[in-house]
DNA sequence: TTACTTGTCCCATTGTCGTAGTACAATACG
DNA sequence: CGTATTGTACTACGACAATGGGACAAGTAA
């Protein structure tokens, strides 16, 4: 379901906190989908349950997520955004792409070629 | 000179590790370039000088760089042989890609939205 | 030679990450 | 009601990352 790798030295926590919110991003997960529980995310992807409980409970702080105990994790509707202007909203999207082509660019790729590969991703999800 | 987010919870020497890789491979250093001393980078990055030693160490055990005493830390090896492979670099913008859906999603933005954006700023810059 | 620079090494300390185990709280269900 | 399920809380522990400080080794240069 979600990808980790142990091996990698990013921190655990921070792969799966990633790894879920690309899932939302991506349309694999939708308003109140749920989720694994800790116990059985924790099994399959071999790591401990107190690391996956605290995903869930930061991304529940950060209202991603809604978590109801004896339930279940469920993706969180989220309507907040929208307050914002549309010139506040054109800022924010600069920003995030503007430090977005800085680091993609000092890695050495192209924006050609990172629009192809956000473009193939695109097309994945709207396979599903 | 090298780029390090001491807030990323990734490991500050990966950090430096792979900027200094992408140095190389993308040509900011070249064969026989001199890196900032140990002290000083550790200075300029705002990091402990152990940290920067670790990495040196470790790239010089790795056949990237070479070192001399008392007179400082060199480029080694030719930029094609460190080359990444496909597959490392697939895998590396992946992760980048990942972050940033993650990060425009939970702020609103779709990724068709997104893709426009950066889409347009492209049409830009051909144009200059 | 002496002084300086550079990389290397060691120690103690702090904080984070992750594991392991246990216990508890809230909800669902028969 | 009782029981299972689910999330939550807590402690203890080991490993690692990073800091800070100091000392040493090897080379350069005056």
Redesign the pocket.
């Known amino acids: 379901m979600f990808h980790i790798d142990?091996k990698h030295?990013?921190?655990?926590?921070?792969?799966l906190e990633r790894s879920i919110k690309f899932a939302i991003a991506t349309g694999k997960l939708r308003i109140g989908d749920q989720?694994?529980?800790?116990?059985?995310l924790?099994v399959d992807l071999?790591?401990?349950?107190?690391?996956v409980?605290k995903v869930?409970?930061e991304l529940?702080r950060s209202g991603v997520l809604q978590?109801?105990?004896?339930?279940?994790?469920f993706v969180h509707e989220r309507p907040a955004e929208l307050a914002f202007s549309r010139r506040d909203r054109d800022r924010n999207l600069r920003e995030l792409a503007d430090h977005f082509i800085a680091e993609t660019h000092t890695r050495g790729f192209t924006l050609d070629e990172v629009i192809e590969h956000l473009d193939s991703r695109r097309r994945k999800r709207s396979a599903n």
Chains 1, 2 share one sequence.
């Open positions: 142990a030295p990013t921190p655990l926590y921070h792969q989720l694994p529980t800790v116990r059985q924790a071999r790591i401990n349950a107190n690391t409980a869930y409970a529940e978590t109801r105990r004896g339930v279940g994790t």
